[in-house]
């Protein structure tokens, strides 16, 4: 149980290690797209608009309130809800009646800009101002082209049509009209001219503010814009908060003018209602002159008299808050509740008067009328001379703490976050690029690779930057004989050894080297593994069997007009044209010209008696063949030879090509003796592990 949790933990771990060393061979890449991704961010951060920030402090002082809402809370408990109250300032400084008049103000449905890109850009100082711009529906929203024409004037271009006007005075054709009131541009500079819809400019003003309360219930609002000019935004916001100041300035003086108007017509009714109750007051007295209240009918008139007074405070109260609230309202409820509570308490004072005598109930109905009404009236005319003398004098519930003021420096873009984010993200991507890439790559990385298959790794032989040169310079020539320290030949000396010892097994000298597809290395490895065998010591004979396209001859430089092929093909020709002392133990059979029918020569027995002489004649016989994936040539050589090799090119061969070729070979009871792994990368572990030593 325990070994089982060991092997998968260390499992994980050969994967977490196997995914580091990904990421750390394919640096460059990742370095490249963090590089990358930093120019970006960097560039955003230097090119993008900076964007400035204005801010404006108010306090909405609600012990300034001329109305009677400040004296309600006895009976709406609510009606003193600071944090209501506030956040119903807030929704009116967002609203369109106050955001719609700053708009208009400040024609900000109205957008000019340079026409040229490359003028916007670089933030061309060309200019134009206009005071008034008037379309009709269908072209709100279309762009014009306004063109300086020189001496104060100019052309609009809008809906096909064109106009000249002059800086100054009002252009009006049909139902466009414009009054441009300065330009600063030179003669033929162009400018975009459109007028957006009021309701979404308000929309995106309102989108740009952020309003909200300083604390708990401390009426103190804090007003912030955001936008990329900072003289804009402290125009703007100054025109907002001026706005809401006017706009509650003039709410007040509207509801005492109603309150006032309201007074005016009443008071007369008041006042001639108190006379009719004191004329009959004053008749019934003279009637019933020796008549006076009793202990009982005083005290059921004072109750009277407190709860009257009570529903006139409400009929007060209700006056005011009908203009500021609908009937459905919380407090306009509360406030009719309370009437009906009041209501309830008259009628049963009433019944306690009814069971007094008549002449008692006549003369407590009359006085508490008469009282009553006395003191509607005294009410009525000192809330008319306060609400007079207040009237000449109102001001704003709201006082303006500090004016629009914008920060110096810009909000955003913050470009060293944006700098640092874009560094992360370029390494994410970049890790992650090479994951997916890794992930979805079915190439050979690696020698684990090839030993999954179960069959043994005789080499591994890294990439030569030498022998690239060589090529390049048209240098054909083995690189054992070029640069015999290269570490690619070290690779070949060590597989040397591998074959010696193989062939002393077998007992059988005869070696065939074969590849999956071509374009792997095959002849590079044949032609300087038949050098280094001769260099050690041993006669070698190399054999190249590739009859299509064998390039053996080119690497020592030897004439291919007749070799294997030619001896193969032609009973006359008694043996092969062996090209000897190629070099010092070394020779060199060519495969002649090139034929198509190679399957039948090497099946033919004049190839079989070939192998059986040569071989009695030299230490160790090298037969390069074609690649088993294309023709069926090693798999006939195959039943030959005593060692069999395969080779595969790292990050080209895929391991299904390596699997699928010992497929081959097995199907024709060919044994793959062991696999080299050609053109190693110098920054892979196989590559690192057997030479950096």
């Not at 407190?306 to 500021?324: A, H, S």
Request: with cysteine; net charge negative.
């Amino acid at each position: 149980m325990n070994t089982t949790k060991t092997s998968s933990a260390a499992s994980d771990e050969i994967d977490l290690l196997a995914l580091f060393k990904v990421l750390k061979s394919s640096y460059l890449k990742i370095g490249f797209f963090t590089l990358f991704f930093i120019v970006i961010g960097a560039a955003y951060s230097f090119l993008a608009t900076p964007i400035y920030q204005a801010n404006a402090t108010l306090q909405y002082d609600k012990m300034s309130q001329v109305s009677l809402l400040d004296q309600m809370s006895d009976v709406m408990p609510f009606a003193n809800n600071n944090n209501s109250q506030a956040d119903s300032e807030i929704e009116v400084i967002k609203s369109r009646m106050v955001l719609g008049k700053t708009v208009a103000d400040l024609n900000l449905d109205i957008h000019t800009a340079p026409a040229g890109f490359f003028d916007r850009l670089w933030g061309d100082k060309a200019s134009v101002a206009i005071s008034l711009y008037s379309l009709p529906e269908h072209l709100i929203g279309e762009p014009a082209i306004v063109t300086y024409l020189g001496e104060n004037r100019y052309a609009l271009h809008i809906d096909n049509q064109t106009f000249e006007g002059k800086v100054g005075e009002l252009l009006k054709q049909d139902e466009i009209s414009l009054l441009v009131s300065s330009i600063n541009a030179e003669v033929g500079q162009e400018f975009t001219l459109s007028k957006n819809a009021r309701y979404s400019t308000i929309e995106n003003l309102r989108n740009t503010l952020t309003i909200a309360e300083v604390g708990k219930s401390t009426g103190i609002i804090n007003l912030a814009i955001k936008g990329a000019d900072k003289a804009e935004n402290v125009q703007i916001l100054n025109s907002i908060i001026q706005n809401y100041v006017d706009q509650n300035t003039e709410r007040k003086k509207e509801v005492t003018n109603n309150t006032l108007l309201f007074l005016d017509e009443y008071l007369p009714k008041v006042k001639t209602k108190l006379d009719n109750y004191e004329n009959q007051l004053n008749a019934f007295r003279k009637k019933n002159e020796s008549i006076d209240l009793s202990l009982e009918a005083k005290s059921a008139l004072d109750s009277a008299l407190q709860v009257e007074e009570k529903l006139n405070e409400l009929t007060f109260k209700e006056v005011e808050i009908q203009q500021l609230y609908t009937r459905n309202h919380p407090a306009y409820q509360s406030l009719l509740d309370k009437r009906q509570q009041l209501l309830r308490e008259k009628e049963k004072i009433s019944k306690n008067i009814q069971k007094l005598p008549n002449t008692q109930q006549q003369i407590v109905r009359l006085t508490r009328d008469v009282e009553s009404e006395q003191a509607i009236y005294n009410q009525l005319v000192a809330k008319q001379q306060e609400l007079s003398v207040l009237n000449s004098g109102i001001t704003a519930d709201v006082r303006i703490i500090d004016s629009a003021e914008s920060q110096p420096n810009a909000i955003a873009p913050k470009k060293t976050l944006i700098v640092v984010l874009a560094t992360i993200l370029g390494f994410i991507v970049g890790c992650a690029y090479v994951i997916a890439r890794e992930f979805f790559n079915n190439k050979i990385k690696g020698t684990e690779d090839i030993d999954a298959l179960g069959v043994n790794v005789y080499a591994t032989i890294p990439f030569s930057t030498h022998e690239k040169k060589l090529i390049a310079a048209g240098n054909k020539r083995p690189l054992a004989l070029e640069n015999p320290a290269d570490t690619a030949v070290e690779a070949i000396r060590s597989l040397r050894t591998s074959v010696y010892f193989s062939v002393m097994n077998q007992g059988n000298n005869l070696v065939m080297i074969s590849s999956a597809s071509p374009g792997v290395g095959k002849s590079f490895v044949t032609s300087n593994m038949a050098v280094v065998l001769a260099n050690a010591g041993k006669k070698v004979l190399l054999i190249d069997t590739d009859l299509r396209k064998g390039r053996i001859h080119k690497a020592f430089g030897l004439s291919n007009k007749t070799g294997l092929s030619e001896y193969l093909a032609q009973q006359d020709i008694t043996q092969p044209a062996i090209h000897r002392g190629v070099i010092e133990n070394l020779d060199v059979i060519c495969r002649g010209k090139n034929v198509t029918h190679s399957s039948e020569l090497l099946m033919g027995e004049r190839f079989k008696h070939l192998l059986d002489t040569v071989k009695g004649q030299y230490d160790i016989v090298v037969i390069d063949t074609a690649p088993i994936l294309a023709i069926t040539d090693s798999a006939i050589i195959g039943k030959y030879v005593g060692t069999s090799l395969l080779i595969a090119y790292y990050g080209v061969n895929t391991v299904k090509d390596v699997e699928l070729s010992l497929k081959r070979f097995k199907q024709n009871d060919i044994e793959i003796t062991g696999v080299i792994l050609n053109g190693i990368d110098a920054k892979s572990d196989d590559y690192n592990y057997v030479y950096e030593y």
